[in-house]
């Protein structure tokens, strides 16, 4: 049980001149028993009565205006923001605070399920663990720190240049495992020292211009230049000699890239990304449409590895409502991601024992190449068309429509196999009530996606496949040839969706009010997956007096997954 | 045939539109209008209005300077219209005024975006859902931020129960958190674009894993080793709102896993009921499968050893994987 308390008193001091001090001294009272797990993932946590405060100061010039306010919760918990307007020509804000985020410590132990001997010591085959700081508690020290300037220009009336930034920080320590093969699976916990941040530099202008009465324009450029870097040290683990598992020696000294090594592990590489965002927002009040064009420009590099990501997008979007009651608003988007290519390059290590003594894993098994060129995922032209139109049919009552499109052209990743596209199709429908004191809307939605995102390599087939090995572990099944025995396809994204969302809203009175809430959603696959929800909830709001009200709420939120799972019976 | 279909769709939309444009029908978004009124000044309007005096000079649209608002008076008018009529007879359907008694959510929205053009508000499901900027802006008030009517979660999950649902689950991002006690943490809008965007009303320019890299850019990369469904889309394994699993994952491991994977080969081994000798013989065919292999198999966290599962650089140990099982 978490509890949490806060008392606070108010000093507010006001003057005639147009200060305002607001000192807010507080108490808070914090106890938990049983795990603090997930009740307490952003407290600090610190039992008993605890002092905290808050602080505002807020001021107004003939020309210029400020605000202060500070926070001050836990040692770990406080926030601080300012905000001043300087003639209308300069604005500044800030923005900081930091808050604790608890981490779980997986203790691996069920890593120890594994065949025992008489004795109760375990024999191959096992799988074992070893966490080497069992009695460590993991979390992060999150902090924001924003700000963000505004130079407005007198003598070009509507442009302002402006300069953002931004810096998350998050230090601590979290779990780190790995694995490593010896006799078998080898799974290694160590705390992992966090000291990351994330800098956005991020300067822009935007201007209007145009002639308001007829064609009104407001067009924006801004650069991102992100930078993320870990300096926290980098893990280190033991990789362990590869040693069979029956005792037979170093036989599978061939399989493995390395072993008897103390290598780094759990390496968060240092990233940069930029990115140009030109955007384009024309009014054409005469003709009552908007028409809205952005294009992106972005590029992000993986500073270990030098490789990078260039992504490309743009955007029109036209709204028009020249027919009375009548919206329709049509959109094109294209967007373009290249990844680089990777060479994977593979340690091969000679054997030093047994059959393959004297030959590398793929001299072997030549049908087997270790090294390939990553073809990444990643790299995709999508299109993504929609149509939306709302039509008033009565005072009260609007209809609203809406088809959509996007195809997802993968460059490289087939979603099945010889298929590397996706392509979405959503229609949707709904009914909008608005009165004084009634609202409500009524939606049904259709989505119908071919070739849903999927591994098509997920499974072996359910029969006929021989996954039993010969007599050795060296003519017999190969890993690579039972990878490659995966053609089944599974996924848990859905080829057909339903959805209907409905909500009312009844103002009884000035200070009563009764809403209600469904949503219901039908989801399914080829692959044997559906996924079932609803959530129907009602709420009742009473306000007895102008600053005090209370809200009586109900939720119910259901849902069921059903889908098929696949273990091969493998003997090797 | 998809080219095809894009190519129809496409055409269709831009034939509806270009007819549209064509019609010299009356328009519905253009700004509401008060017959024969001529701008007074905000000191005529306090004269009667003198609450609303302190509380508007302190607020942004009381500060606010000639220079920014091109071709709009500035001032209680840019917003409720020109006030002489209304003065004159005190008569409040002379003046515009907002909220569900007011003017059409249309006609309240095309008043704020003549100063507010940045916005896309027509880009936004809340436009095509009649909503208008004062369902959830309060414009009077100084001191909320945003000027909004009541503070973020809240006003969000007055409308979008479901959501609300989801947060409330074990594993969320920390959006109540700061509800309790006002402090600092995160709030929806520093996702979503409630105003409309190019991505589904969420704050990127880009794609959805662009939204999420900025905050949890460890796993930007690119990575040598890729696992597919991490570059594809991160909704895929997570629900960004709440759910019951760890880490936001919309179930538990290793069964979310096993939605696109069949479970390890150790899992399904052929074992041993019972004690196993120190040396045993290869081949188990004739043998029951061993309960510790299923405990095994339902206890597994594939993380556990598949541990850089969002990507890595580095390569794992085996060979005949090409070092691409994410391990290290």
């Not at chain 1, 020509?89 to 065949?115: G, K, Q, V, W």
């Not at chain 1, 927002?281 to 005469?286: K, N």
């Not at chain 1, 270790?370 to 995922?377: G, I, N």
């Not at chain 1, 809307?441 to 995102?453: A, D, G, H, K, W």
Request: aromatic letters at 12%; charged letters at 20%; proline letters at 6%.
């Amino acid at each position: 049980m978490l509890c949490i308390s806060q008392v606070t008193a108010q000093d507010a001091e006001k003057s005639e001149s147009t200060y305002d001090l607001q000192i807010n001294p507080g108490l808070h009272w914090t106890d938990w028993d049983d795990y603090r797990g997930k009740a307490g993932e952003y407290e600090q946590l610190e039992r008993g009565i605890r002092p905290d405060v808050g602080i505002s100061l807020d001021g107004q010039t003939k020309h210029s205006y400020f605000e202060l306010q500070g926070f001050y919760y836990e040692d770990m918990d406080n926030s601080l923001s300012a905000y001043i307007d300087l003639l209308r020509i300069l604005d500044l804000e800030f923005s900081y605070f930091r808050m604790p985020h608890f981490l779980e410590h997986d203790p691996l132990t069920n890593l120890d399920a594994c065949f025992r001997d008489g004795g109760g010591a375990p024999v191959p085959p096992v799988t074992e663990f070893e966490d080497f700081n069992a009695g460590d508690e993991y979390f992060l020290r999150y902090s924001r720190m924003e700000s963000k300037t505004t130079v407005r220009v007198p003598f070009l009336p509507g442009s302002e240049v402006f300069f953002d930034y931004r810096k998350e920080q998050r230090h601590g320590y979290r779990q780190a495992t790995t694995l490593s093969k010896c006799s078998s699976c080898h799974v290694a916990g160590k705390s992992r020292e966090i000291n990351e941040y994330t800098e956005d530099f991020n300067p822009g202008f935007r201007s209007k211009f145009g002639d308001k009465a007829t064609a009104w324009f407001t067009l924006s450029y801004d650069y991102l230049k992100r930078r993320f870097g870990e300096t926290g040290e980098d893990p280190q683990n033991l990789y362990n000699p590869a040693v069979h598992p029956g005792g037979s020696g170093d036989v599978f000294t061939n399989r493995i890239q390395y072993q008897d090594e103390m290598l780094p592990y759990n390496v968060v590489p240092s990233s940069e990304k930029d990115a140009h965002t030109i955007k384009l927002h024309g009014q054409f009040p005469t003709i009552t449409t908007d028409v809205y064009t952005n294009y992106v420009n972005s590029s992000t590099k993986n500073m270990h590895e030098q490789n990078k990501s260039d992504l490309e997008s743009f955007v029109a979007r036209i709204t028009n409502a020249l027919v009375p009651g009548l919206i329709v608003s049509g959109k094109f988007r294209v967007l373009d991601i290249e990844n680089d290519d990777v060479f994977v390059r593979v340690n091969e290590r000679v054997g030093t024992a047994g059959p393959q003594a004297g030959q590398t894993y793929s001299q072997v098994y030549p049908d087997f190449d270790p090294e390939f060129y990553r073809k990444s995922a990643m790299s995709r032209t999508v299109y993504d068309s929609e149509l939306s139109a709302r039509y008033k049919l009565r005072k009260y009552l609007t209809l609203d429509g809406k088809f959509k499109w996007k195809s997802t052209d993968r460059d490289y990743y087939e979603v099945e196999p010889g298929d590397t596209s996706t392509d979405e199709y959503t229609g949707r429908i709904g009914l909008i009530y608005r009165r004084s004191n009634i609202n409500g809307y009524l939606y049904y939605q259709r989505e119908s996606i071919s070739n849903p995102f999927a591994n098509p390599q997920a499974a072996c087939n359910p029969s006929g496949t021989n996954l039993v090995p010969d007599a050795t572990p060296f003519n017999g099944l190969q890993y690579f040839q039972f990878y490659n025995m995966r053609e089944q396809t599974l996924s848990n994204l859905p080829d057909t969706r339903d959805q209907i969302k409905a909500s009312f809203s009844w103002i009884i009175s000035p200070m009563v009010s009764l809403n209600g809430y469904y949503r219901y959603i039908s989801e399914s696959n080829d692959f044997e997956w559906d996924q079932k929800s609803h959530v129907p909830s009602v709420s009742l709001w009473i306000a007895p007096a102008p600053d005090l009200y209370f809200t009586f709420y109900y939720l119910y939120n259901y849902q069921k997954t059903d889908s098929i799972i696949c273990e091969p019976v493998f003997n090797g | 045939m998809k080219k095809i279909v894009y190519m129809v769709f496409t055409g269709a939309a831009i034939l509806s539109i270009t007819i549209l444009f064509s019609c010299a029908l009356q328009p519905q978004l253009t700004m509401p209008a008060i017959e024969d009124a001529v701008p007074v000044s905000d000191l005529t309007c306090y004269g009667c209005h003198e609450a609303m005096k302190e509380s508007f000079q302190k607020n942004v649209h009381g500060r606010i300077a000639s220079f920014e608002t091109v071709g709009v008076e500035k001032g209680c008018e840019s917003c409720h219209g020109p006030g002489s009529r209304h003065s004159e007879t005190g008569d409040p359907a002379l003046i515009f005024s907002y909220g569900e008694r007011g003017l059409s959510p249309g006609q309240q929205s095309a008043l704020c975006l003549q100063c507010h053009t940045q916005m896309n508000w027509q880009y936004s499901e809340h436009f095509f859902s009649d909503i208008s900027c004062t369902h959830c802006h309060s414009i009077h008030v100084q001191k909320t931020k945003k000027l909004l009517g009541k503070s973020e979660p809240s006003l969000c999950f007055d409308c979008h129960q479901d959501i609300r649902a989801k947060t409330l689950l074990p594993n969320h991002h920390p959006v109540w958190e700061g509800q309790k006690t006002g402090r600092m943490r995160m709030v929806c809008s520093d996702c979503h674009e409630p105003h409309g965007s190019a991505v589904n009303g969420l704050k990127t320019d880009e794609r959805l894993n662009d939204l999420c890299l900025t905050c949890h850019a460890r796993y930007q990369g690119p990575f040598v080793f890729e696992h597919e469904p991490v570059v594809e889309d991160c909704c895929i394994c997570h629900d960004p709102h709440g759910s019951v699993a760890d880490n936001l994952l919309k179930q538990n491991e290793p069964y979310i896993c096993l939605q696109c994977h069949q479970f390890h080969f150790h899992e399904g081994k052929i074992g041993y009921e019972g004690n196993v000798p120190a040396s045993p013989p290869r081949n188990y065919t004739d043998v029951d499968s061993h309960s510790n292999s299923w405990r095994m198999a339902w206890a597994t966290k594939c993380t556990q050893c598949h541990s850089q599962i969002h990507g890595s650089d580095l390569p794992s140990q085996s060979v005949p994987g090409s070092g691409g099982a994410l391990t290290r």
